[in-house]
T-cell receptor
């Protein structure tokens, strides 16, 4: 089955700096790559997603890039703020109805 | 997300006991999922169902069972065979094409007495 690797497991940045989280996947049939943010004790919330026919997608301070050849995708957060502190998960899926396979998460801490 | 409800929020299990976690959705989604979350382990797939009366094992199905008798409901039973059941359990549902976003319930924290 699909194996999703995520790095780093923890990341600490100063407010205003950028944060980058990277993921790799194993199944070349995967075509949907979402990123979720989870605050302590709460459910994961989708923050951005990308499909395999697109190389980059941006939403305000958040961007995701996808390299299908290398089978990796990355989350970029610019101008980080303390409220960005949370655990971030990447995931991959081969299509609707199929399961999302998640990475192990990155705990991001943004210090003022 | 609105429309998918998990209960109870907290659950305690005694040795040798089976317990059932409830998951109900009114989003008219065909696909439903159960994930287990442990600290530092991410979300691991237990079972999923793409349609009523059908379900598939995920990566860590041993010690768990599910049923999908109704589109709205996908209960998860943690059996006595699951020796380390303490975890946060998340139920999710997903619409068919074109949307692929996963909608999560608020989770159930299961602990062993």
């Amino acid at each position: 089955g699909e194996n999703v690797e995520q790095h780093p497991s923890t990341l600490s940045v100063q407010e205003g700096d950028s944060a980058v989280i990277k993921c790799t996947y194993s199944d070349s049939a995967s075509n949907y790559f979402p990123w979720y943010k989870q605050e302590l004790g709460k459910r994961p919330q989708l923050i951005i997603d990308i499909r395999s026919n697109v190389g980059e997608k941006k939403d305000q301070r958040i961007a995701v890039t996808l390299n299908k050849t290398a089978k990796h995708f990355s989350l970029h957060i610019t101008e980080t703020q303390p409220e960005d502190s949370a655990v971030y998960f990447c995931a991959a899926s081969t299509g609707p109805g199929y399961a999302l396979n998640f990475g192990k998460g990155t705990s991001l801490l943004v210090t003022p | 997300d609105g429309g998918i409800t998990q209960s109870p929020k907290y659950l305690f299990r005694k040795e040798g006991q089976n317990v059932t976690l409830s998951c109900e959705q009114n989003l008219n989604h065909d696909a439903m999922y159960w994930y287990r979350q442990d600290p530092g382990q991410g979300l691991r797939l237990i079972y999923y169902s793409q349609i009523v009366n059908d379900f598939q094992k995920g990566d860590i199905a041993e010690g768990y069972s599910v049923s999908r008798e109704k589109k709205e409901s996908f209960p998860l039973t943690v059996t006595s065979a699951q020796k380390n059941p303490t975890a946060f359990y998340l139920c999710a549902s997903r619409p068919p094409n074109p949307g692929e976003k996963l909608f999560f319930g608020s989770g159930t924290q299961l602990s062993v007495l």
